[in-house]
């Protein structure tokens, strides 16, 4: 099943903090956070795996439940350059399917 | 090093014509990605390759759909007899070995069919 972004758009003027959040209804064995800008292909931004692995940028945060089958995607002191529409992917335990949500559209404004 | 590389960036094709597209994965990546792009949509899952094998074709939307790979490197995505709801941006991706290393994105083949 498809995860569940929240929220769907978001508005921050540079320098405020958001949170991106992503949930789904079964088991994760990961869960994978890209970053699209319109008109681009996606940008890896971070992994997190069941057991509390993280593989990701320095300056970007995220934490993931496994127990509520939940991640968020922390964003602090946004810049004009975090705009972009924000994907979460979710596996499962022996799947090789990476099922993406319908994304997180932010807005930095000056 | 070179990055995913796709090809044609944009094809226009006319309903119940075949279509290929094709992938230059990033040299030594041996997993590969198809996904699919509606407009304003998230990305949907079509295939995934580990080298030339594929052992997971359950995103493949139809029959019309096929997939295959050559000496671990391009790939190539054949749609047959292509319809309207197949316009979408088919994206590729590599990464290095495993499911949980991160993908490399192309910049897609925007499919339109007339």
């Known amino acids: 099943q498809q995860p569940v972004q929240s929220p769907q758009a978001v508005i921050l003027r540079e320098g405020e903090d958001a949170v991106i959040n992503c949930s789904s209804s079964?088991?994760?064995?990961?869960v994978h956070w890209y970053r699209q800008k319109h008109g681009e292909a996606p940008v890896f931004l971070m992994i997190?795996?069941?057991?509390?692995e993280q593989k990701g940028h320095d300056k970007i945060s995220a934490s993931f439940n496994e127990k509520k089958q939940q991640s968020s995607l922390y964003l602090t002191a946004s810049q004009l350059s975090y705009s972009g529409t924000y994907f979460c992917g979710t596996r499962g335990a022996g799947s090789y399917q990476l099922t993406f949500g319908k994304g997180t559209k932010l807005s930095v404004i000056p | 090093g070179a990055g995913v590389s796709q090809s044609p960036s944009n094809k226009v094709t006319e309903k119940g014509k075949d279509v290929e597209l094709r992938c230059d994965p990033i040299?030594?990546?041996?997993?590969l990605y198809w996904y699919r792009q509606r407009l304003g949509q998230g990305l949907e899952f079509l295939i995934y390759?580990?080298?030339?094998?594929?052992?997971?074709k359950s995103g493949l939307p139809s029959d019309r759909f096929s997939a295959e790979r050559t000496g671990e490197s391009v790939s190539t995505l054949t749609i047959q007899r292509t319809q309207q709801e197949d316009s979408a941006v088919y994206l590729c991706a590599s990464s290095r070995r495993q499911l949980q290393d991160e993908q490399y994105f192309g910049p897609g083949t925007r499919l339109t069919v007339t």
């Open positions: 040299s030594g990546h041996t997993a």
């Open positions: 997190l795996l069941k057991g509390g």
């Open positions: 079964k088991a994760l064995y990961s």
């Open positions: 390759f580990q080298g030339n094998s594929a052992p997971d």
